[in-house]
């Protein structure tokens, strides 16, 4: 156990629906990230928040926001959504930036 | 339920040495299977993986990986490291089964020494 915390597992919804999904990092981690897994390029990074602030974003489609609360936990909205978005989106947490990363065990969102 | 074991939390080696980082996964079907790299002060790349074919799969930086089905063993090898090789790396497998979990191990961290 990673200590990483992904909520829901599994999502199923529809195209043109918006979903939210949620991390809790590792106690005492400031950072969080948002990655989504594809099998040709593997994890693809899609944006960074330390302590509660957007610290980097990678190739995340304006359809979709983050952010981190005071409580440290994240969440990824996804809105718009398209069947292409269908993937494994994962989040992982460090203590800081670019430090060990922890991985939860990910969020596999079905659009349909 | 799918497990990712990396033996080694830490490996040390000195440069110009060879190194293999163990990585052993368990799975009753079959699973794709990746090695990221996370160098010090940077985020996540994927060094390769492993989806058919060949079970022999090259990767960057001089790196490569043997996937052997019978000894579940996807261990990551390179013939001579260099001190820029120092880095945590991570072990991954998916399952593409209904639900397409991606299990990682906890990491090894390779030091290589002058």
């Known amino acids: 156990d990673s200590g990483v915390t992904q909520t829901p597992k599994h999502l199923i919804t529809a195209t043109g629906q918006r979903v939210t999904l949620r991390c809790s990092p590792r106690s005492g981690d400031l950072s969080v990230y948002w990655y989504q897994q594809s099998l040709d390029q593997g994890l693809q990074f899609l944006i960074h928040?330390?302590?509660?602030?957007?610290?980097a974003k990678g190739n995340i489609l304006e359809r979709f926001s983050a952010q981190q609360f005071p409580d440290l936990h994240s969440e990824l909205n996804l809105s718009s959504l398209e069947l292409g978005d269908s993937a494994l989106y994962f989040c992982?947490?460090?203590?800081?930036?670019?430090?060990?990363?922890?991985f939860g065990s990910g969020t596999q969102l079905s659009v349909l | 339920a799918q497990s990712v074991t990396q033996l080694d939390s830490q490996v040390p080696v000195f440069e110009e040495a060879p190194v293999e980082l163990r990585c052993n996964y368990s799975?009753?079907?079959?699973?794709?299977l990746f090695w990221y790299v996370q160098y010090p002060n940077q985020g996540l790349q994927l060094l390769l993986k492993y989806l058919s074919g060949s079970t022999l799969v090259k990767g960057i930086n001089g790196f490569e990986a043997e996937f052997n089905k019978s000894q579940t063993s996807f261990h990551l090898r390179k013939p001579s490291v260099h001190i820029s090789d120092t880095a945590e790396y991570f072990c991954a497998a998916l399952n593409n089964n209904a639900g397409n979990m991606l299990t990682f191990g906890g990491g090894t961290r390779l030091m290589v020494k002058p």
């Open positions: 928040y330390y302590n509660g602030e957007e610290r």
């Open positions: 799975s009753s079907v079959s699973v794709y």
């Open positions: 992982a947490s460090s203590r800081r930036p670019n430090e060990k990363l922890f």
